[in-house]
């Protein structure tokens, strides 16, 4: 028998990839300040990673266990989830057996997986695009799963709007190309940011939807753009992202997202 995994007294679990500079820094700052902080990385379950857990009473008790760590559920008081990678099933099972392994029907109801798509020997992503009438003249196979379709919003620029916390960090993004002008995503060479204020009725909105929704991180993606009808500057929403990137932001603008999480993690775990 091998050595018992040592049990950590944690008060921050950081689920995150075991190469993520983004989450680097905010660990860094943690222990800076002293507080026990702890990284998993998804993709250890169930191979390396082991869960033990009952929910009961309104509480979680029971353990994370990995190689060389215990974690006890009970003790920790935030938990930072970054993009959580896949979960690596065991070798030896079939497809289905690994996809309905992955997906946890009737249990969990959106799977913690990456949205890429691996095809043809090569991993593509689904960019956003705008449907064209030859789309529309063949709806085929549209009933095979569920989709989000929306109007289009006329647009100057895009703008991903951070909160954390109290705090509130608005990056406007400019589309330097027509593949980034439809998804930024797409083409980031061409695109320019730039740190802007939003007005007070559209902060005091997020923050609205932030206390509604239950987060305290969350990253909002925002069309400003003329309304068809006055020309005036509007704003769209378009989606609130739970676990959404900020790092290229704050490299780009200096915008310090990273201590906000810091500080927020920090005083929910004292």
């Known amino acids: 028998m091998g050595n018992r995994p040592g049990r950590l007294t944690v008060t921050v ?27 998993l990385d998804l993709s250890w379950f169930p191979q390396r990673m082991r869960l033990d857990a009952e929910f009961s009473n309104g509480t979680w008790s029971g ?33 289905a057996e ?13 799977p913690l997986s990456t949205n890429l798509i691996y095809e043809d020997g090569i991993y593509k992503m689904g960019w956003t695009r705008r449907l064209s009438r030859q789309d529309l003249a063949d709806p085929r196979g549209i009933d095979v799963t569920t989709h989000l379709l929306q109007d289009w919003a006329p647009k100057w620029h895009e703008c991903r709007a951070v909160v954390v916390g109290d705090d509130l960090f608005s990056v406007a993004i400019h589309a330097g190309s027509s593949d980034s ?31 509604e929704l239950g987060l305290v991180y969350g990253a909002f993606d925002l069309v400003i753009g003329p309304d068809h009808t006055t020309g005036k500057e509007t704003v769209t929403f378009l989606e609130v992202n739970p676990g959404g990137q900020y790092g290229f932001l704050e490299t780009a603008t200096g915008v310090p997202i990273t201590d906000s999480l810091a500080r927020l993690l920090a005083r929910e775990a004292s």
Request: proline content about 6%; overall charge negative; glycine content about 2%.
């Open 13 to 39: 679990l950081v689920l995150a990839a075991e190469m993520d500079r983004t989450a680097d820094a905010v660990i860094l700052r943690l222990a800076e300040r002293d507080i026990p902080v702890v990284r």
């Open 63 to 95: 353990c994370l266990r990995t190689e060389h760590h215990t974690v006890d559920l009970a003790e920790i008081r935030a938990v930072w989830v970054r993009t959580p990678s896949s979960f690596q099933m065991p070798a030896g099972m079939s497809k």
């Open 98 to 110: 690994a996809d309905f392994a992955q997906s946890d029907p009737g249990v969990v109801l959106k």
């Open 181 to 211: 002008y439809v998804d930024w995503r797409s083409d980031y060479p061409s695109l320019r940011y730039e740190v802007i204020d939003l007005c007070e009725p559209v902060a005091t909105s997020l923050r609205g939807v932030m206390a």
